[in-house]
Structures are given as C-alpha cells and as structure tokens.
C-alpha cells in the first residue's frame, strides 16, 4: 500500500508539473500577444497624435491668419466709423447750410422767373421787329438802287413792288392813259401819212397827165 501510495503521489506530482509548465507557457504567449496588440495601438495611436498634431497646428495657423484678418477689418471698421462721425460732425452741417442757401436761390429765382420771362418776351418782340424793320429797310435800299424802268415796269406789270396799293392805281391808270394817248397819236399819224400818202399819188397822177 505504501509503494502504491508513494507511486500515486509521484505521478501526481509529475502531473502538476506539466499543467504549471503548460500554464505558464500559455500565459506568457498571451502576454506577448498583448503587447504586440498594445504596441500596434500604441503605433497606431502615435501616428492619430501626429496627425492631430499637425492638424492641430495648421487650424491654429488658420486661426491666426483669420484673426489677423478680423484685426484688420475691426481696425478698418474703427477707421471708417471715426471717418463718419467726423463727417457727421463737421460736413453734414455744411452741406444742410448749402442746401438752405439753394433753397433760398430756388425761391427767389421762382419769384424773379416770371419778370425775366416777360423780359425776355418783349426782348423777342423787339427783335422781331427790329428784324422786320431791318428787312423793310434792306428791301427799300434795294428798290431804291433799282433803275426807273425797273422799277416802272415792276410797278405797273407785277405785284411784288414795295409800293402802297395806292400808288399802283396811280401809276397804272396813267400808264392805261399814255397807252390810250400813245394809241391815239399813232393812229393819228398813220392816218395822217396814210392820206398824204394818197394825195401826193393823185398828186403825182395829175402832174403826169
């Protein structure tokens, strides 16, 4: 019994043995699995930080462009907002005197207008007339340059001679006259000659006979 208890006790303890050998072999193949896992996360990690990184400071280069940007346009703003109320302080009163002086120009220009426009008006009148005389006067000049048979004939033949109505009654009624006589005279004379013309035949009949 104890050769049989001292075998079971050795095969026992051969047995423990491998099952701690085993274990511990198990143990340690998980654990180097582990750490690879960790070291791929932690690689993997790594690379996500840098890229971040990098990230991270390009946006914070955005950042400072932008806000060097918005510095400016703030600062323009200022500029520009000091600019208007300067103006509002000192050129808008200028500009409300000048539109009260125009305004005062307007109405009396309104109310001196009307004058001006009957100024004007008899100014045209007198013109016109001055024109008229002028051209009365270019046509009195012309027709007095004009030689008397000229203007004879114009008298008493046409009706754009500058003589009063009058005047062409006049002239032609004495022109009708001296026709009248003229025609007279002629016929007197040819008849005249006419019968002496004859006598001096009978005349010279006599004489030859």
């Avoid at 754009?160 to 062409?168: C, E, H, I, Q």
Wanted: hydrophobic share 40%; glycine share 2%.
């Amino acid at each position: 019994m104890p050769s049989s208890r001292l075998s079971e006790l050795g095969q026992s303890s051969s047995s423990n043995g491998w099952n701690s050998e085993a274990s511990v072999s198990v143990s340690t193949s998980r654990l180097e699995a582990a750490l690879r896992k960790f070291s791929k996360q932690a690689v993997l990690n790594e690379y996500k930080m840098k890229d971040l990184e990098s990230r991270l400071s390009e946006n914070m280069s955005n950042f400072r462009a932008i806000d060097s940007l918005l510095q400016e346009a703030f600062t323009g703003l200022q500029r520009n907002s000091k600019r208007a109320d300067r103006a509002l302080q000192t050129q808008v009163p200028h500009i409300n005197a000048e539109l009260e002086e125009s305004m005062e120009s307007l109405t009396q220009l309104s109310q001196t207008l009307p004058k001006i426009q009957s100024q004007v008006a008899d100014i045209r009148v007198v013109h016109d007339s001055g024109r008229e005389k002028a051209q009365a006067l270019v046509e009195d000049l012309v027709w007095l340059n004009t030689e008397f048979y000229e203007r004879w004939r114009s008298i008493i033949f046409t009706s754009s001679s500058p003589v009063s109505w009058r005047w062409k009654a006049v002239m032609r009624t004495l022109f009708v006259i001296s026709f009248i006589l003229c025609s007279w005279l002629s016929w007197i004379a040819l008849s005249g000659a006419y019968r002496a013309h004859r006598h001096r035949l009978v005349w010279g009949e006599k004489l030859m006979s």
